[in-house]
């Protein structure tokens, strides 16, 4: 029962308003995900997807960030190289596939994925070019800002470690 309970108070960590500095980080970590996918979709002139849409898949992908990580090592922090942050990036793939499958079921109901090559290459990209772009501004943020995006970094490097330790058990 411990498991399921964890489950569900990793689903809604993210955006929980008593955890002010972690709920507005997750704010600013979707919006950044969002407009880079949005203006890849654009620029690519690829299947537009509405901001709405890009909220709800961008949203539900955090809860699953260190986990669905946990076969890599953590995340690194802001400050590391652009290939480093590329990396840490393209860590959240899995995460984002599978909330992009979450999403698509609370649509269309349970079924098998279809996701085109494109609309998977694009939403990996946007994932993985996300942090070296917030990298590269990271050391002009307000404080405020700088320190809610290492509280949501935190929380990844927590839900990593702790989902590895769980697989190891197993």
């Known amino acids: 029962m411990s498991d399921v309970q964890n489950v569900a108070k990793n689903a809604v960590l993210p955006f929980n308003p008593m955890r002010g500095m972690l709920a507005a980080g997750a704010v600013e970590y979707v919006a950044v995900e969002v407009l880079v996918s949005k203006f890849l979709r654009k620029m690519l002139r690829f299947e537009d997807k509405g901001f709405l849409e890009l909220l709800y898949i961008h949203a539900v992908s955090l809860p699953f960030l260190g986990g669905a990580s946990a076969f890599v090592e953590a995340n690194g922090s802001y400050s590391g190289t652009l290939v480093d942050n590329l990396k840490d990036g393209a860590k959240g793939i899995p995460a984002v596939l599978l909330a992009q499958y979450i999403v698509a079921t609370c649509s269309n109901g349970f079924h098998i994925p279809r996701m ?12 993985s ?16 800002m700088a320190v809610a995006l290492n509280v949501v970094d ?8 702790a989902s590895f330790n769980y697989a190891r058990k197993r």
């Open 129 to 144: 070019l996300s942090k070296p772009l917030v990298s590269l501004v990271f050391k002009n943020l307000p404080e405020d």
């Open 154 to 161: 935190g929380m990844t490097k927590r839900q990593n470690a």
């Open 116 to 127: 085109t090559i494109k609309d998977v290459l694009i939403t990996a990209a946007a994932k």
